[in-house]
């Protein structure tokens, strides 16, 4: 194997370390990476990739090692490390509004129109708040942020507006949000396991169940629900982030090394985001399945009581101005 090859082994493992003349030079700073995926996700590509643009931007002395699976913990031990000091980087969402409550803004049923409506917000005044909060009350820095799939209805019939649904037995994850919501559209949510989904469906104890394309794939859906009504319920967003105590060790040269890295970490992410969303889609039609075009913002409007009651004081006034834009 080849220098260049062997190289190109260690970076895709998250390992890689500066060689030269066939000696390895250890770096100055070694990141410690964390996350659940595994390393087909987009999410740990984009992790990679952020680790190979940091050693070229710093030529070497700062290395990234990338632990997928939870190989390092799950997401609230490596949160709880990163406070301690043990951890560098993880990838995290709303999970972190355990400490900063404007994280729930992450993933609020019917908040954002589109995926732009998301970037805009993630991008813009509302997302510098959340970040300011997190890096307050959690003591980690948000350096990037990943999209994830939107939630859909998957069911043997078209539920083009929430009319439609009149009882529907569906599940939902044990989220006393998506619970209000879902009864608040007329739906009949019964809170169920993961794993007891698709015996479910295939029984007929429920009709339906919702979930990113991705989700639905992987699953094998498609085998016991013939249609997937783009509700697209739930956008929401995800965010690397680094420990506060290591931001604060990095000289202002390399935190803008970093801060550059991340974007071009985003902006890969994005590209493989799409492409996975489309090869979804595109697999799940051809088994059979069919796409409903739904009446949105009829949904949305039926949600939005059900919505405002279950977020907190302090996020009400930003919902309501998301649902408002």
């Given at each position: 194997?080849?220098?260049?090859?062997?190289?190109?082994?260690?970076?895709?493992?998250?390992?890689?370390?500066?060689?030269?003349?066939?000696?390895?030079?250890?770096?100055?700073?070694?990141?410690?990476?964390?996350?659940?995926?595994?390393?087909?996700?987009?999410?740990?590509?984009?992790?990679?990739?952020?680790?190979?643009?940091?050693?070229?931007?710093?030529?070497?002395?700062?290395?990234?090692?990338?632990?997928?699976?939870?190989?390092?913990?799950?997401?609230?031990?490596?949160?709880?490390?990163?406070?301690?000091?043990?951890?560098?980087?993880?990838?995290?969402?709303?999970?972190?509004?355990?400490?900063?409550?404007?994280?729930?803004?992450?993933?609020?049923?019917?908040?954002?129109?589109?995926?732009?409506?998301?970037?805009?917000?993630?991008?813009?005044?509302?997302?510098?708040?959340?970040?300011?909060?997190?890096?307050?009350?959690?003591?980690?820095?948000?350096?990037?942020?990943?999209?994830?799939?939107?939630?859909?209805?998957?069911?043997?019939?078209?539920?083009?507006?929430?009319?439609?649904?009149?009882?529907?037995?569906?599940?939902?994850?044990?989220?006393?949000?998506?619970?209000?919501?879902?009864?608040?559209?007329?739906?009949?949510?019964?809170?169920?396991?993961?794993?007891?989904?698709?015996?479910?469906?295939?029984?007929?104890?429920?009709?339906?169940?919702?979930?990113?394309?991705?989700?639905?794939?992987?699953?094998?859906?498609?085998?016991?629900?013939?249609?997937?009504?783009?509700?697209?319920?739930?956008?929401?967003?995800?965010?690397?982030?680094?420990?506060?105590?290591?931001?604060?060790?990095?000289?202002?040269?390399?935190?803008?090394?970093?801060?550059?890295?991340?974007?071009?970490?985003?902006?890969?992410?994005?590209?493989?985001?799409?492409?996975?969303?489309?090869?979804?889609?595109?697999?799940?039609?051809?088994?059979?399945?069919?796409?409903?075009?739904?009446d949105g913002a009829a949904y949305a409007a039926k949600a939005k009581d059900a919505v405002l009651a279950?977020?907190?004081?302090?996020?009400?006034?930003?919902?309501?101005?998301?649902?408002?834009?």
């Amino acid at each position: 194997m080849t220098l260049k090859q062997t190289l190109g082994s260690l970076l895709a493992a998250g390992i890689a370390s500066t060689m030269l003349s066939g000696t390895a030079i250890a770096a100055d700073m070694t990141l410690k990476l964390g996350h659940l995926a595994n390393e087909q996700n987009p999410w740990h590509l984009a992790a990679v990739k952020f680790g190979e643009e940091l050693a070229a931007l710093t030529d070497g002395r700062i290395e990234v090692q990338v632990f997928p699976n939870e190989s390092l913990g799950k997401e609230i031990d490596l949160i709880n490390g990163m406070q301690l000091g043990t951890v560098d980087m993880t990838i995290s969402g709303e999970s972190l509004q355990n400490w900063a409550p404007m994280a729930a803004l992450l993933a609020v049923p019917y908040a954002y129109k589109s995926l732009e409506h998301m970037d805009a917000t993630a991008g813009g005044e509302i997302g510098d708040q959340i970040k300011a909060q997190i890096i307050e009350k959690v003591q980690v820095r948000p350096i990037a942020y990943f999209a994830r799939g939107p939630r859909n209805l998957t069911s043997n019939e078209p539920y083009v507006t929430p009319d439609d649904l009149n009882g529907l037995k569906m599940r939902v994850p044990n989220v006393p949000l998506f619970v209000d919501v879902w009864k608040s559209l007329g739906a009949q949510p019964t809170p169920m396991a993961f794993s007891e989904v698709f015996t479910s469906l295939q029984n007929g104890t429920i009709g339906a169940q919702e979930n990113p394309l991705a989700l639905i794939r992987s699953a094998n859906f498609n085998e016991v629900q013939s249609h997937v009504n783009m509700t697209e319920h739930v956008r929401s967003w995800i965010y690397m982030v680094l420990a506060e105590s290591t931001w604060q060790k990095l000289s202002a040269e390399d935190q803008a090394a970093v801060m550059q890295a991340a974007a071009t970490a985003q902006a890969y992410e994005r590209v493989l985001f799409e492409e996975s969303l489309a090869a979804d889609r595109a697999y799940l039609e051809e088994k059979g399945m069919t796409f409903v075009e739904v009446d949105g913002a009829a949904y949305a409007a039926k949600a939005k009581d059900a919505v405002l009651a279950n977020v907190s004081d302090e996020i009400k006034p930003i919902v309501e101005q998301l649902f408002a834009e």
